[in-house]
């Protein structure tokens, strides 16, 4: 299922905790133990009328639109070692892809099997969220093959998952902002913690706990023995132990405020569970919580904090300030930062609103999507932090570093109407229909007098850019708006997945680094979800057909297979088959 | 099933009720001695008399003669078809169940099969009351006969739709194994036989039987067919019904056994099905693995193709007035615009210059300009907008038939319109042959020295002969029903089959066409079997 995130509506970075389902999430760069698997990464500009122009802090009067966070529009596929996972609502089945011989094999689920997740380990193994019969199916391939566990009693109406890094732990929790017309005192307040590791029949197997109002994710402590919901009343944490049963232990308030707007902030919580770090739309100030003794330290920076990044060990966060241009190293691996121990840098001469942490945390690449900027700056964290701009050749929307920092993919965004600069209502209005394939940044017709949409959007371009050397991007125009962005473990590939339903085109292009190569494969239908199997050496891109239909791009040759009737292929009946 | 295949029930019933109502006179005295179906084989015309329950072979002879052979076959002929080789003819009959004070015996349902010269071989279908009335023929062995459930017509009280009844007709009546099977089913009943050649399966070679119904299909290993896998084609989750129109089969690589396939297209879908025949540890040793590719609208016709980039399924989609290449392992598609929308394909690989690749004539465009086209298999992967050659026919095709022993030629058949054409696939020309009426109707020398030309009901018959396309016209003073060349051992004949006069037939030398020694013969129903 694609979903596009509200523009600014509470956003949450949890920094590589646990792998998740929850699109909200980041994704599993750092990857659990025995998850080779990489979600993809998507974008675009959700729906209109966020309304945070100013924001709710005290640093308003920005005339520029608010920095739209594009980073996890994709609900996350799931790829576990060497197995594909793809669950089918209506069929009640989950089919699970070898990805190196590419066999299909179907499992039965429960009732409407939606959600899933995959449990880090030794095994290949998920946990599959069945919505209308309120339980969870334990799914694990093994030596002996594949043995199927349920979890019965699931708090009603889940539809999210997250585990824990070490594979212990699951819980099962409700997204409000996937449910559609939330009463207002529907607090979907129920955690359902699930022990991965206990007998499935036993007491111990799953515990409902409540957690503060409306959830917005889930994270594990690093050690496996705290978990945390990050909610509109607070960060609620959630002791985890085998012996006895999960049980909420203390709700770590985040703001003086109790009138403050939960969806303009945006909650990051380190790996180790230690601290949370809280920016708020509008703010200048950034709050770092401890959250085991709910120590609270403001950092103030010289404007509005417009995006915040956390780097997936946890050892640092870096800031932007838009209207300054300032960026802000906050060291968080000894605890609560001091002001004085945050390094600020000026981008002079820059706008840079947000920005994209590498995974090895070395490089932060700067941008701003609120105008029509055809730069990026790459700031080196080190001792001493310093930086460079790239050009580009067309404006930016979205930025996704490799994981070792050494090359990007830069998404371009729609320049059909207006100026991204103007503040108005974001980049483009173009209908997808009337907009045809043209040269890179080239305007796309518009459909004059329509509503322009609020955000910006994806272009009909994309560019892939070295970081570790100071050559010149390629920019590679589609056919389609990109859609979605996937990047090997190693830094050497990248998935790009393009789709355009007013036009039926659809295509993946696969991005060669650092040969700056580009391999484009049609699709023959809309992508839904794209990932790599980095075991198999392998990427694929789900995509919206009634029988199941797969896209498996080996990454070494470019070559594809696509594989449709999974569902069909799970009803062939062997008459001589017992 | 199949096309040379006949039908006879309702006469059959008749005379079972004219039987009952006249005493002990044979029924055939009151029927009319027409000629229900003829079918030429070799060295003879078979002319099936259903009220007399037989088969009259006319033979012709030296200096014209005309020998009458009459077969007698089981009671209440069902079902009547040709082998596809066009040596031997199969009749399926009911029997007869004799009631109280019925003096004829009982006679058990049977299956005849009759080859000129030969003795005639009888299977008698000894567990069967009601014998179902659908006949299928292995055209590649013609080893094998399925009888199957005829949906449009009801045969027994109850009948089983989904039963077939293998009978192999590799041994001999005596012993032969008559095998009856009922399919697994989802609620469809049989509408397709297809006999698969040899397969290189995981278990060895092995033939298969793929029966399509309305909404899934299913296989079956002809030597047990209790080794079947059945392959919905529908996923269980809503009601939509995808009908398979048409299988097509490809061996793959003979050295392995892991890429026999099975393409289908269908009815009401623009996917294409590939099923991959992969190794099982089942007992049936290997499963097909389904996959889908959508080429875009729904394919008139597709075949296996073999092309410079590898093995293809090719689908012709009319609506988009193109062909589809499906890459069966990697699912990747080439579209490739097409000159009209022609809606079907032959391979005429190596009469065309094919050797390692294929080469397509496509035919049945629709428009009268359409033509036919040679599409050069050899260039999809490189250039394929140049893989398309047009040929100058102005007129609709609506059949291609092959000339025996010209592997190098086709005749084109038009549809309703005064024309026909001689193509030649190596010159790639094609050469117009002009009729004074529409509505002709074509037939092929056993040799392929000419065509045989006709309208059926008038006297209007001609031969063209294939090399040098000269055409020359016979005298007929009857009717004409159909036109066969018959080759034997005492030379070859034109037995023009007339309607009128309880069956007539003019007999013509067909390698002289002498209108001075052609022999008119009356009457050749009214003297076979009760002279």
Not at chain 2, 161 to 182: C, K, M, S, Y
Not at chain 2, 485 to 490: F, G, M, Q, S, T
Request: proline letters at 7%; a negative charge; aromatic letters at 4%.
């Amino acid at each position: 299922v694609t979903r596009r995130l509200l523009p600014l509506a509470l956003v949450v970075t949890l920094a590589a905790c646990a792998g998740s389902s929850s699109g909200a999430s980041a994704p599993s760069t750092s990857g659990g133990a025995g998850s080779n698997g990489i979600g993809g990464s998507g974008f675009g500009p959700g729906s209109a009328g966020a309304g945070n122009i100013g924001g709710a802090g005290g640093t308003g009067g920005s005339s520029l639109p608010p920095e739209t966070e594009l980073e996890s529009s994709y609900e996350v596929p799931v790829a576990t070692g060497h197995f594909i996972w793809s669950a089918n609502p209506q069929s009640g089945r989950v089919a699970y892809v070898d990805a190196a011989t590419l066999e299909v094999h179907t499992v039965e689920a429960g009732n409407a099997p939606t959600t899933i997740a995959a449990i880090p380990g030794a095994d290949d193994a998920v946990i599959v969220l069945n919505v209308l019969s309120d339980d969870a199916t334990i799914l694990r391939i093994g030596a002996s093959g594949l043995s199927s566990a349920t979890v019965h009693g699931v708090a009603h109406a889940a539809n999210a998952v997250a585990v824990s890094a070490d594979g212990a732990w699951a819980i099962a929790w409700t997204d409000a902002r996937r449910v559609s017309f939330p009463a207002p005192t529907a607090g979907y307040q129920d955690l359902t913690v699930i022990n991965l590791r206990a007998d499935p029949q036993s007491a111990l197997a799953k515990t409902i706990v409540a957690a503060g109002f409306r959830p917005v994710s889930v994270a594990f402590a690093a050690d496996g023995t705290r978990a945390f919901a990050v909610t509109e009343d607070g960060i609620t944490v959630i002791a985890l132990g085998a012996a006895e049963p999960a049980r909420v232990i203390k709700n770590v308030i985040v703001t003086d405020d109790p009138t403050e707007n939960a969806d303009t902030r945006d909650v990051s919580i380190t790996p180790n569970g230690g601290l949370a770090v809280i920016r708020r739309e509008g703010s200048a100030a950034i709050d770092v919580v401890d959250l085991a003794t709910g120590a609270r330290s403001t950092i103030t920076l010289s404007g509005a904090v417009t995006d915040l990044d956390l780097s997936s060990d946890g050892a640092r966060a870096v800031a932007v300030v838009r209207d300054t241009a300032e960026v802000a190293v906050l060291p968080l691996a000894a605890g609560l930062p001091s002001a004085g121990a945050v390094a600020h840098v000026t981008i002079a001469g820059e706008t840079v609103g947000s920005v994209a942490l590498a995974a090895d945390g070395g490089t932060a690449l700067l941008y701003s999507n609120a105008i029509a900027l055809e730069r990026i700056t790459v700031l080196t964290l080190g001792a001493t932090p310093s930086y460079r701009v790239v050009k580009l050749h067309a404006p930016v929307l979205s930025v996704f570093p490799t994981a070792n920092g050494a090359s990007a993919v830069v998404i371009h965004a729609d320049t059909s109407t207006g100026s991204a600069a103007t503040g108005t209502g974001g980049i483009g209005s173009a209908a997808s229909g009337t907009g045809g394939i043209g040269d890179a940044g080239a305007a796309v017709t518009a459909d004059g007098g329509a509503v322009p949409p609020a955000g910006p959007r994806a272009g009909h371009a994309f560019s892939l850019v070295p970081l570790a050397a100071d050559l010149p991007a390629k920019i590679q125009t589609t056919d389609a708006p990109p859609e979605a962005v996937v990047l090997s473990p190693a830094g050497d590939r990248a998935l790009i997945t393009a789709h355009d339903d007013a036009r039926a085109v659809y295509a993946i292009y696969l991005g060669l680094f650092p040969t700056l190569e580009v391999q484009r494969v049609a699709l023959a239908s809309p992508p839904i979800a794209a990932g790599i199997v980095a075991a198999a050496g392998r990427g694929y891109v789900a995509q919206k057909h009634p029988e199941g239909r797969l896209t498996v791009v080996t990454l070494a040759s470019g070559e594809a297979r696509t594989l449709t009737g999974f569902e069909l292929g799970s009803r062939v009946v062997d008459w001589t088959q017992p | 099933m199949n096309s040379k295949t006949l039908v006879i029930a309702p006469l059959a019933a008749a005379a079972a009720l004219a039987c009952a109502g006249c005493g002990d006179r044979p029924a055939a005295w009151s029927q009319p001695a027409t000629v229900n179906a003829a079918y030429g084989l070799t060295g003879a015309v078979a002319i099936v008399d259903a009220p007399a329950d037989r088969v009259v072979l006319l033979i012709p002879g030296t200096d014209q003669s005309l020998r009458l052979e009459s077969v007698p076959v089981g009671r209440h002929i069902l079902t009547v078809a040709a082998s596809p080789k066009g040596n031997r003819l199969f009749v399926l009959s009911a029997g007869h169940r004799a009631p109280v004070g019925d003096s004829e015996a009982d006679e058990k349902p049977s299956l005849m099969v009759i080859e000129p010269g030969q003795p005639v071989q009888r299977y008698v279908l000894s567990s069967l009351t009601d014998p179902l009335a659908g006949l299928a023929i292995d055209p590649i062995e013609e080893r094998w006969a399925v009888l199957y459930a005829d949906t449009d017509r009801t045969q027994a009280f109850v009948q089983n739709p989904n039963e077939l009844v293998f009978v192999d007709l590799g041994q001999p009546p005596e012993t032969a194994t008559i095998r009856e099977h009922t399919l697994h089913s989802y609620g469809g009943r049989p509408a397709r036989l297809t006999f698969t050649p040899a397969l290189s399966l995981p278990v060895g070679s092995r033939r298969l039987l793929v029966v399509e119904s309305n909404q899934d299909l299913s296989i079956l290993d002809l030597e047990n067919p209790d080794n079947e896998i059945s392959i919905p084609l529908t996923s269980g989750t809503d009601n939509r019904h995808l009908t398979p129109a048409a299988v097509t089969i490809d061996d793959g690589d003979p050295a392995r056994t892991d890429d026999a396939r099975i393409g289908v297209r269908l009815q009401n879908d623009s996917s294409v099905v590939t099923l991959t025949l992969v190794p099982d540890a089942s007992p049936t040793g290997y499963r097909p693995t389904v996959n889908l590719t959508d080429v875009g609208g729904v394919p008139s016709d597709i075949a296996f193709v073999r092309t410079d980039g590898g093995l293809r399924l090719a689908a012709l989609v009319p609506a988009r007035t193109e062909a589809v290449l499906v890459d069966p392992v990697t699912s990747l598609t080439t579209e490739i615009a097409l000159p009209a929308r022609y809606q079907s394909l032959s391979l005429v690989t190596g009469s065309a210059g094919g050797s390692a690749v294929d080469v397509a004539l496509l035919w049945n465009g629709g428009a009268p300009s359409d033509g036919v086209a040679f599409w050069e298999l050899g260039r999809t992967a490189g250039r394929p907008y140049r893989s398309i050659e047009t040929i100058g026919v102005v007129a609709a095709v609506a059949a291609v038939l092959p000339v025996p022993q010209h592997a190098d030629l086709r005749v084109l058949q038009t549809a309703s319109t005064n024309e026909f054409y001689v193509l030649d696939l190596q010159t790639r020309t094609a050469a117009p042959l002009v009729t004074s009426t529409s509505a002709i109707a074509l037939s092929m020398s056993p040799i392929g020295e000419q065509v045989w030309t006709f309208t059926p009901s008038s006297t209007l018959v001609a031969a063209t002969g294939i090399a040098d396309t000269h055409p020359r016209s016979l005298v007929i003073e009857r009717p004409v029903r159909q036109v066969f060349e018959v080759d034997n051992a005492d030379g070859r004949f034109a037995v023009i089959l007339h309607d009128a006069g309880n069956g007539g037939a003019t007999v013509y030398d067909a390698t002289t066409l002498d209108d001075g020694t052609r022999r008119l013969y009356s009457s050749v129903l009214t003297e076979g079997p009760y002279q």
